[in-house]
């Protein structure tokens, strides 16, 4: 049984391995549509992350100069990817330099400290008793 779809895995010279739907194959390139990064994560195994998630492309040129080897995907690696891509909704990501990054870290821990010091009832600057002075 002939499957029109050829999802295939992508080691790029750079490291980086992807895997999307074969579209087209031309004599200098490939083109991919929606392609995945292929992440290795700590529990040994491996996982799915957008290629370009900052853009809404869905097809991407890649130079076959660029490519060491490329193959297709076992069966169960197109399943999962194919549901992957399928019901991924796109992250909105936040751009910010790096002093709003560190400004929202330092405001999101002040708050959590805040909470957790309301909660167990501990005032941070306890009050001193006067001292009594003798002449």
Same mark, same amino acid.
């Given at each position: 049984?002939?499957?029109?779809? =050829?999802?295939?895995? #992508? ?7 992807? !895997? ?10 490939? @083109?991919?549509?929606?392609? &995945? ?5 700590? @529990?040994?195994?491996?996982? #799915? =992350?957008?290629? #370009? ?8 040129? &890649? ?31 936040? !751009? ?19 909470? =957790? @010091?309301?909660?167990? %009832? !501990?005032?941070?600057?306890? %009050?001193?008793? %006067? ?5």
């Amino acid at each position: 049984m002939d499957n029109p779809t =050829q999802v295939r895995h #992508f080691k790029l010279a750079n490291g980086e391995e992807i !895997i999307g739907v074969l579209a087209v194959k031309n004599d200098d390139s490939y @083109l991919i549509e929606r392609p &995945v990064s292929l992440i290795p994560n700590m @529990l040994g195994h491996m996982q #799915f =992350q957008p290629w #370009f998630p900052l853009s809404d492309t869905s097809t991407f040129k &890649v130079y076959k100069v660029n490519v060491i080897q490329s193959a297709p995907v076992d069966e169960y690696v197109k399943e999962e990817y194919i549901k992957f891509v399928l019901d991924t909704k796109k992250t909105k990501y936040k !751009i910010q330099s790096t002093q709003q990054a560190l400004s929202d870290i330092l405001k999101k821990e002040r708050q959590y400290i805040e909470e =957790q @010091l309301e909660e167990a %009832e !501990i005032d941070l600057l306890p %009050e001193v008793p %006067e001292k009594k002075v003798l002449h």
